[in-house]
């Protein structure tokens, strides 16, 4: 197990641009670190350590490992617009959206250009490519040298529609200090959205000049999360174990609450329990849930999966695949949610 959950640290390491987590130990909780930049891991059979900023963690300490995947950033190539803009070969609108958080020479990010000479109002509104779950906006201010933090509006809101008409304002920013070059982070409870505008009522003078301007703005997705526990109850056996694995057909299929899946895992060597991992993916290849992941006993069993997800969030009609994995084998199913 302790293998199993090294393999997935690196898996998530490497699929998400900036995946984070939280370790909950027997003592409480650690903070949540950013396992691109900050976490590193080793393991064996027997060990495996986490080392974190000014921590080491055995796994033999940690009730839960909790993987926020919300690091996915929906925001990324999205359409921008904007009440104004420069256009020129160091600043533009697509900029905003390219993943640069560094302002350079040719990328410096966006600025509004209009009304330059007195303090006035300015939007940008983003139009993801698709309908998310979100709960983080991140606004990167201009950070080239002697620039850092230029442009940074001191009032303003972060807004989110599902039409870019009906706007419900998810942060209120007044008198905001000049930032640094870090990412400025506002969290709020996770709501669907298809655009994300930020509005600036006050602004900060750039270079003597009354602009808004960023170098990067990310927005994260919240519907890849999951938790994997170290010693993690399945479903009880309905009969004696099978010969091999195997993943039946969900029923019912459709469905537009519940559906039950049925699957069968075999013994292990010397009767030991088996690795399984069952997941359950949208249409474009993300995420959804893990329904089981980690040593199963030998035997048949049924999991149910709603369309309810965390805080009562429903997922949309749409086709879905889970897919059934174990050593030597992999199995996938088509789902029909109609809602």
């Known amino acids: 197990m302790k293998i199993l959950l090294g393999l997935l640290l690196a898996m998530v390491v490497s699929l998400y641009p900036k995946p984070f987590m939280d370790i909950i130990k027997n003592d409480g909780l650690v903070d949540t670190v950013d396992l691109k930049n900050s976490i590193k891991f080793s393991f064996n059979p027997t060990e495996m350590v986490f080392s974190v900023p000014n921590k080491t963690v055995l796994l033999d300490d940690i009730n839960t490992i909790v993987f926020d995947l919300k690091g996915m950033n929906v925001a990324y190539q999205s359409t921008v617009t904007s009440l104004s803009t420069l256009e020129n070969d160091n600043w533009r609108r697509e900029c905003l959206v390219n993943g640069t958080r560094i302002s350079t020479p040719g990328d410096n990010g966006y600025t509004s250009n209009d009304s330059t000479d007195f303090n006035h109002t300015e939007w940008i509104v983003l139009e993801l490519s698709d ?6 906006i991140v606004l990167y201010g201009r950070n080239d040298a002697g620039n850092v933090g230029a442009g940074f509006p001191n009032n303003f809101t972060l807004q989110l529609s599902m039409d870019n008409l009906h706007w419900n ?3 209120v920013e007044t008198a905001y200090p000049k930032p640094d070059s870090s990412g400025q982070s506002f969290r709020f409870p996770e709501q669907e959205a298809k655009y994300v505008r930020i509005f600036a009522s006050n602004l900060r003078t750039s ?8 170098a990067e703005i990310e927005v994260y997705d919240t519907i890849v999360s999951n938790t994997v526990q170290t010693e993690q109850p399945v ?3 309905l009969s004696i174990a099978p010969q091999s694995y195997e993943l039946s ?3 019912p299929n459709p469905f537009n609450g519940t559906t039950c899946i049925q ?3 075999p013994k292990g060597q010397s009767g030991k329990a088996s690795e399984v991992n069952i997941s ?4 474009r290849g993300r995420l959804v849930k893990t329904l089981v992941n980690g040593a199963v006993p030998g035997g048949h069993y049924s999991v149910n999966f709603s369309m309810v997800k965390s805080s009562q969030r429903q997922l949309v009609s749409s086709v879905y695949f889970c897919r059934m994995q174990g050593k030597n084998f992999m199995k996938t199913i088509k789902l029909l949610l109609m809602r």
Do not use: H, K, P
């Not at 309908?131 to 983080?136: A, D, E, H, K, M």
């Not at 270079?207 to 960023?214: A, H, I, K």
């Open 131 to 136: 309908i998310f779950l979100v709960n983080r």
């Open 169 to 171: 304002t998810v942060a």
């Open 207 to 214: 270079n003597g000049l009354y602009r808004l301007q960023f």
């Open 280 to 283: 359950l993916y949208d249409a």
């Open 249 to 251: 057909s969900a029923s």
């Open 263 to 265: 699957f069968a895992v």
């Open 235 to 237: 479903a009880s056996a």
